[in-house]
């Protein structure tokens, strides 16, 4: 089982940047699928970026394509979600979500969730 330890939230003005990190240990990120979900108060879970394997497929939720990129890397058994144009919006507690079985907009679909990291986006 992975234990998935993520990093990079903090608060950003509106327009901002931030790069968020998953970070993989007792077994090693590279031959899973890993997604990125978010939590607003009193708002569902929702799908935000997702990658194979791979690397070489990627997905984007429909609030954030445009404006962020999944990547990652397996020899640092890491995963990265970088956004940009950051809004109020935004803001939310983002999970690290790894070990896919199949649907990766889908949060059933994981077997293994980090703690999360909030990301505030002030107007």
């Known amino acids: 089982q992975v234990q998935l330890v993520e990093s990079g939230g903090g608060l950003v003005q509106a327009g901002g940047s931030l790069r968020l990190s998953c970070a993989g240990t007792g077994r090693y990120l590279d031959s899973i699928s890993v997604g990125w979900f978010r939590q607003a108060p009193g708002k569902e879970r929702e799908f935000v970026a997702g990658i194979k394997w791979d690397g070489n497929t990627t997905y984007y939720g429909v609030s954030v394509k445009g404006r962020s990129t999944i990547s990652r890397d397996n020899a640092k058994s890491t995963v990265s979600l970088e956004m940009n144009s950051l809004e109020p919006e935004d803001t939310a507690t983002y999970y690290c979500?790894?070990?896919?079985?199949?649907?990766?907009?889908?949060?059933?679909?994981?077997?293994?969730w980090g703690q999360g990291t909030q990301v505030t986006v002030s107007s």
């Open positions: 979500a790894a070990d896919n079985l199949g649907n990766m907009f889908e949060m059933l679909m994981y077997r293994n």
